[in-house]
Nanobody, 123 residues
């Protein structure tokens, strides 16, 4: 098993930046592919970005491509989501997740989830 704790959320103006972190504990971090998802009020949880176990492969939702960057540091057991040029429509609770399928965009491919961190982008 792996436990995940997100941090770094907050309130930011449109056009600003935030960096989310997700610290993992438990089983060997490099064993898992990692992903970021988000859920806005009244909407389903959606894929944002995914990264392979080695960090060599990434995948992004079209809505964030070119603005967000996912990365990981296996020595620190941490995955990051750098979010630039934020828009009000990026407002959501952001979740990190761990799974066994590299860079998957499918929720069901992720077995472990954090509690989420709120990101609010004001216009």
């Amino acid at each position: 098993q792996v436990q995940l704790v997100e941090s770094g959320g907050g309130l930011v103006q449109a056009g600003g930046s935030l960096r989310l972190s997700c610290a993992a504990s438990g089983r060997t971090f490099s064993y898992y592919a990692m992903g970021w998802f988000r859920q806005a009020p009244g909407k389903e949880r959606e894929f944002v970005a995914g990264i392979s176990r080695s960090g060599g492969s990434t995948k992004y939702a079209d809505s964030v491509k070119g603005r967000f960057t996912i990365s990981r540091d296996n020595a620190k057991n941490t995955v990051y989501l750098q979010m630039n040029s934020l828009k009000p429509e990026d407002t959501a609770v952001y979740y990190c997740a761990a799974g066994l399928y590299d860079s998957s965009h499918l929720r069901n491919d992720y077995a472990y989830w954090g509690q989420g961190t709120q990101v609010t982008v004001s216009s």
